[in-house]
């Protein structure tokens, strides 16, 4: 053991240790404890020593790094995003600010369409530049792995573009990207008076997705006006039979029966559920689908938020945070923002907040195997905070704690500033 070098040496950490890789549930979300002084060892991109700082005295690393006692955790997993987009969305922002509700702008063809416009007008080089763009601020924040969604495509060839910019991505800089395939995110104008037809479009695009390797998920907008439950279950069973993992847009602001839905078809994870009833909400959990709350979306939209302590105290369930970037209902990468809202709207611990954008998140996208705490085999992904406890971190809301971030072992961020091939 004495013999293996390093690559690098964190020591005098604050370790944020999340144990064991399961999902965590409940009261058990607040079991986050921490290691004083404690050291981070990194092998070949992998952890390979969590200890006491005394004990890594002995051990010998290429690049060694003082803490100097602040906070290191897991590097953050933001599990919903709509990541690839063309433009953005301030001129929506007076009709928001007047009142006029989020799907009644969808259905003027706002919203979601008029970022369908712009994405189908997009370049591919355009769209790669504003991504790129997003995914830098996410690693300046701290998030290290991301799933982005397609969706504002809505036509064969857009769809598989915006899923190829999202594979081309993950060569062009450190994010990690799951990818997830959301072909049935609105209803496009040429199809306004056919949705089936649509849907059964995106239901042919599946095995070309697969077959490509083009998404791990396939998710839909379950929602009053866009698509039904009825609709929802043709599309996901059908991507269930096609190899995907399932994700679902549910009950965002109707109570439809998202969840209900989730539960049925062993979803992976059930997202929003602001409106969800407690049927649902309790046959999801009983069901081990991952509830992924967007705190953004509901205090952007200024909706009721969802039941964060009815999940944990009375299901004893395990929830997961999201940013839900996109350029619509939540136009911001920051978990941090996030994990500030978590605790204000939620009313989330920071110990739990940290478990939900973390170890559960990355549950949410089934990559707790590989991310989502420090443990000894574990992907070296880490943040390194200008705090010493999590608690700050909610605290302190609205600024950028982050120091440094590591990206399977790469030394990206330093002191706040990204680095170009470390
Ligand atoms: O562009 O508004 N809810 N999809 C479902 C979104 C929000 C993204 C958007
Ligand atoms: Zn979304």
Redesign the pocket.
Known sequence: MTERVFDSLIVHAQVATIAGSAPHCGSSMREIGLLNDAAVGIIDGNIAFVGSSQDAAALEAKECLDARGRLLTPGLVDPHT?LV?SGS?ESELAQKLAGIP?LEI?QQGG??LS?VHATRRASREELIEQALRSLRTMLLWGTTTVEAKS??GLDVPTELLQLRVAQELRKLQPVEIISTFLGP??IPPEYQDRPDAFLEQMIQLLPAIQAEQLADFADI?C?HGVFSVVQSERFLEAAQKAGFGLKI?AD?VEPLGGAELAAKLGAVSAD?LLAASENGLRSLVSAGVMPVLLPG?SWNLRAKPARARFLIDTLQAPVALAT?Y?????PTESLQFIMALAANELRMTPEEILTAVTINSAHAIRQAHRVGSIEVGKQADLCLFNADNPAYLVYHFGINHIADVWKKGQHVVVNGLYIDNP
């Not at 996109?326 to 939540?330: I, K, T």
């Open positions: 709509h987009h969305r989020y969808l919203g979601i970022t969706g504002y995110h609105a907008f929602e847009h965002e929003h979306t839900d996109n350029p619509g209902s939540c």
